[in-house]
């Protein structure tokens, strides 16, 4: 027999999956992103790698802070939301031929991300009181925990097209700790423990913000791996129909 999507020759026994390409044998179509359009999968990749390299400049601002090294640190923290826009931007792109409108879920995501970047301006550089300028950041954070749900779930729909079950299950749990993670730090901006002087001295601090940092590494790594492996997809697509031609 020969798969419907690769026309791949298949001999002997299989568990459901076309040895060749990964399609499911019982389906008449799928939608694999090795079977979209090449150029918009390698859109998708390179916004994933921009939302990774986003979160590795968030996490050189946080080191910054934290070393209180103000100026770079507030430039690395415009610099993160401005990567994570851009990377929102084209990895939201619309699939061609599939509708004529963006999802909701895509416009959301991408509105979020530019308010993200509007807040992390005003929270940086307006001359803000002290209240007014930890009423901002909490806002901004808010914002973030937001994003990194919304990002998460259009990561995990992007993993289950891949599809790679490990990257699967990591965006879903992503989309909860990220968010998490937010809530806690403002929390601890709101109990005003946040404060360089008091972290220096609270007995957790350095767990805590290795844990932030580790988190946020995390889905750095994971917006990066799934990146390549986007664009690996988009390669094996131009392959099968090759192929097929």
Not at 132 to 159: F, I, W
Not at 197 to 214: L, T
Not at 228 to 244: D, K, N, P, S, Y
Request: charged share 10%; proline share 4%; with cysteine.
């Amino acid at each position: 027999r020969r798969c419907p999507h690769s026309g791949f020759r298949i001999v002997g026994k299989t568990r459901g999956r076309c040895p060749e390409c990964a399609a499911p044998l019982h389906a008449g179509s799928t939608d694999l992103l090795q079977f979209a359009s090449a150029a918009w999968v390698r859109t998708m990749a390179t916004g994933m790698l921009l939302v990774g390299a986003g979160l590795g400049l968030q996490i050189a601002a946080v080191i910054y802070t934290w070393l209180e090294r103000v100026p770079l640190g507030r430039g690395l923290h415009v610099a993160a939301p401005a990567a994570l826009l851009l990377g929102t931007w084209f990895a939201t792109e619309r699939e061609p031929g599939v509708g004529t409108e963006r999802p909701f879920m895509a416009r959301w995501t991408r509105s979020t991300a530019a308010v993200a970047l509007i807040l992390w301006l005003v929270t940086s550089y307006a001359p803000l009181g002290s209240t007014a300028s930890r009423a901002a950041l909490m806002l901004t954070l808010l914002v973030m925990a937001l994003l990194g749900a919304l990002l998460g779930a259009h990561a995990h729909r992007l993993a289950q097209r891949i599809p790679n079950d490990s990257q699967t299950s990591q965006t879903q749990n992503l989309m909860w700790i990220i968010p998490g993670m937010c809530l806690f730090i403002i929390v601890l901006q709101a109990l005003r423990i946040a404060d360089t002087s008091s972290m220096r001295w609270f007995f957790c601090a350095f767990p805590m913000i290795f844990g932030m940092i580790a988190i946020t590494g995390w889905g750095m790594l994971l917006a990066l791996l799934m990146g390549v492996e986007m664009f690996h997809a988009a390669t094996a697509g131009e392959t099968i129909r090759i192929r097929q031609a």
